[in-house]
């Protein structure tokens, strides 16, 4: 299998304020997409973990929906915690408005990617239910390909108290799925508005930064969230015949 490049992205999060604030958002949502449309080179999709809309409002995801629309790459979305499920699946996947966990698997570039939704209806704080859990095992199962586990919020601390506290609540359950398959290379989330690595059940695990905004670590400012940094995106690459962190090399990029 050749190398694999996916782009991932967090946190659009369009409509916020409704107001200048989402002009604002939008402006940089848009600003990413022409990065990404502008590349040299070819990517094999674009995943976007959460938070695309920032009330849950129909109006937000045909937003959302016309932007990605212009997107040359294919993609993968799932719900944040500022996502409503049902408007979530109308606008943006043309299924009807049901409440359950939106869960869905693509393939690209010979990878699987499971998409799932830690989302937990009126709260910020995540959650993979029983089905998702069911779900994702059998997806893992079902493959031989090398797999990417990919959801909002993210399982560990990441020295950021604001985002610590509202984190994937019982990770010891997907720890479990994860360890009962050797093919997943990697655990893709977002979330916390800030680019960060580190491992989550033995795999590589990877923050998205986010598109809205950044929140900055403690020691950086006593400002929790900066709208003044510029948007950002992962790039990552998989490479089978890599001998290290299972093929997978993430890049940042600000815009």
Known sequence: MDSVILAHISDLHIGQDQGDGGARALRRARDVVERLNGLHGELDGVLVTGDLADHGLPEEYETVRELLATLRFPVATCPGNHDERGAFRAGLLDEPQEDGPVNRVHR??????????????????????????TWLD????????????????????????????????????????????????????GHAHTGATTTFAGRPLVVAPGVVSTVVLPFESTTVIDYGLPPAVAFHLFDDNAAHDRGLVTHFRSL
Do not use: Q, W
């Open 138 to 189: 059998k997806v893992l199962a079902d493959t031989d390909d090398p797999a990417l586990v990919c959801f909002h919020h993210p399982p560990v601390k990441l020295g950021v108290p604001f985002v610590d506290g509202i984190r994937l609540t019982e990770p010891e359950r997907l720890a479990e799925v994860v360890h009962a398959h050797d093919n997943v290379v990697a655990v893709l989330c």
């Open 108 to 133: 690209f570039g010979g990878y699987t990617v499971a998409m799932a939704d830690s989302s937990i209806p009126g709260r910020d704080d995540g959650h993979l239910d029983d089905d998702t859990l």
